[in-house]
């Protein structure tokens, strides 16, 4: 197994970004953990949906990357947003910064209205597998 950490992005305390698991030689098991909107320094610099949910969808390619994985080997997104009516309002914004940041590539996908997230700024968390296929 192998922990993904960007080398420019503060460490997390008591979690792993990412991980990787060799399945067979060249395959790989990417795990991304619950990303947010905040910057590698773990500050927002926004508190606007859509412009959060554009820094999350970038942690997660950074963090994809870092295990070999890019945007079209996702197979899972999960999607937990603080308030869903602003989730929906966001949708044709949501849409532009998902195809910038991962392109035309759409895994199955969830998305769950949660009381909360950890972070009181955080408007959204996605957390994401990713399946790389041998050479």
């Known amino acids: 197994m192998q922990i993904l950490q960007p080398p420019s992005w503060a460490k997390p305390r008591g979690y792993a970004n990412g991980m990787a698991f060799e399945m067979t030689v060249g395959s790989r ?12 320094e773990q500050r927002f610099e926004t508190d606007d949906f859509a412009l959060q949910v554009r820094q999350t969808l970038e942690n997660i390619v950074a963090i994809l990357a870092e295990g ?23 949708y044709p914004a949501i849409g532009e910064h998902y195809r910038a940041t991962i392109g035309r590539h759409f895994p199955a996908m969830t998305a769950v209205e949660v009381a909360d997230l950890v972070e009181d700024r955080a408007k959204v968390e996605i957390e994401v597998t990713a399946v790389v296929p041998a050479a």
């Open 29 to 40: 098991l990417v795990f991304v953990g619950g990303q947010i909107g905040w910057n590698a």
């Open 68 to 90: 070999g994985a890019k945007p079209e080997h996702i197979v899972r997104m999960t999607w937990y947003v603080k308030d869903k009516v602003e989730y929906v309002a966001n």
